[in-house]
């Protein structure tokens, strides 16, 4: 008799796993009502962000203590499918394939590694294979805790790392093996002095690891040491308050800036012929989150930038044009 159980290998990293929440909420409902034990597997890590960005407690094995008879085996780990090497006689569901080479397009050029459709559709696609929707039906967006975007959480969050008066966030960490989804430390801090004139406090926010603080360290020192460096300090909740509370974010395509855009508030995420937004930009309730595109991401200009920026944001008046306008 077949096991009454379905594994469900967990997203790797911590924006796959924001935008995979959907699917894993619908997975588990597939579950509950077709009496069917749900069995996850994947990293420790990543079985913690799901739980704390989707309230789900997931029961994560390794995968040797998990049954060769299963119902089905959904991965949605979008970078490695030798998880179905473990379990070669199990039906094996996953989706298509995230990046699709192309020799030629009208958007990115010669030899542009772009993907087929957003990732959500993707995961939508991989459900209703295995009959865990039906063709009907559409994935939800994802989203956060209501608590992440509390106004007193928020205003203790600031209050916690001295974040006073107006700020913007700016997140120039991404994945250390894809450096082409990175924009340079020199124009990430060309943008925190043009925020400091603006009358912004520059916030900058980045993963635990010793290379993504060494890299906020280093714009801190580029523009004058002046910015608040919250860099490996902050919880995923505090992520979350913290960009609501900007007058902007700016950002690299990596887990906290899509956070950042489930918050709220305006977000600016880069994107290029590596990671096309029809892929991956960030899903969002409020379409705060704004794309800013080049065939390759490092030859975005700053003014540029600041420009797209300037078209959706309202900076602070500075002190002495506040005292002309009310006849101080």
């Not at 696609?125 to 559409?138: F, S, T, Y």
Request: hydrophobic share 40%; net charge negative.
């Amino acid at each position: 008799m077949q096991n009454q159980s379905v594994i469900l290998n967990i997203p790797k990293d911590l924006g796959d796993c924001l935008l995979g929440l959907p699917a894993i909420k619908r997975t588990m409902d597939y579950c509950a009502a077709e009496g069917l034990t749900l069995l996850a597997t994947g990293s420790a890590r990543s079985a913690e962000w799901v739980q704390t960005l989707g309230d789900i407690k997931l029961d994560v094995r390794d995968p040797k203590d998990l049954p060769q008879d299963a119902k089905m085996l959904v991965n949605l780990n979008l970078y490695d499918d030798t998880i179905h090497d473990r379990f070669p006689s199990t039906p094996y569901y996953a989706p298509e394939n995230v990046e699709v080479f192309e020799e030629d397009t009208s958007r990115f050029g010669a030899g542009a590694v772009v993907g087929k459709k957003h990732v959500a559709l993707l995961l939508e696609d991989c459900l209703k294979d295995a009959g865990i929707m039906k063709n009907a039906e559409h994935l939800s967006v994802p989203g956060l805790p209501p608590a992440f975007t509390d106004k007193k959480f928020m205003e203790d969050t600031q209050d916690k790392f001295g974040i006073k008066g107006a700020y913007a966030v700016l997140i120039p960490v991404c994945a250390a093996n894809r450096p082409l989804k990175r924009w340079q430390k020199e124009k990430f801090a060309e943008v925190a002095q043009d925020c400091l004139r603006q009358g912004l406090t520059p916030v900058l926010m980045g993963g635990p690891s010793q290379e993504e603080k060494d890299l906020c360290a280093e714009i801190n020192a580029l523009s004058g040491n002046k910015a608040i460096d919250v860099c490996g300090k902050t919880r995923l909740d505090e992520i979350a308050a913290i960009a609501r509370g900007a007058k902007f974010t700016l950002g690299c395509d990596t887990g906290p800036t899509h956070i950042a855009a489930q918050a709220g508030g305006q977000v600016f995420a880069f994107f290029g012929y590596y990671n096309d937004p029809a892929t991956w930009q960030p899903m969002t309730k409020n379409n705060t989150a704004h794309i800013i595109l080049g065939h390759r991401i490092q030859e975005i200009g700053v003014q540029e930038v600041l420009d797209t920026i300037k078209r959706y944001t309202t900076y602070p008046q500075p002190d002495s044009a506040r005292h002309k306008k009310f006849g101080q």
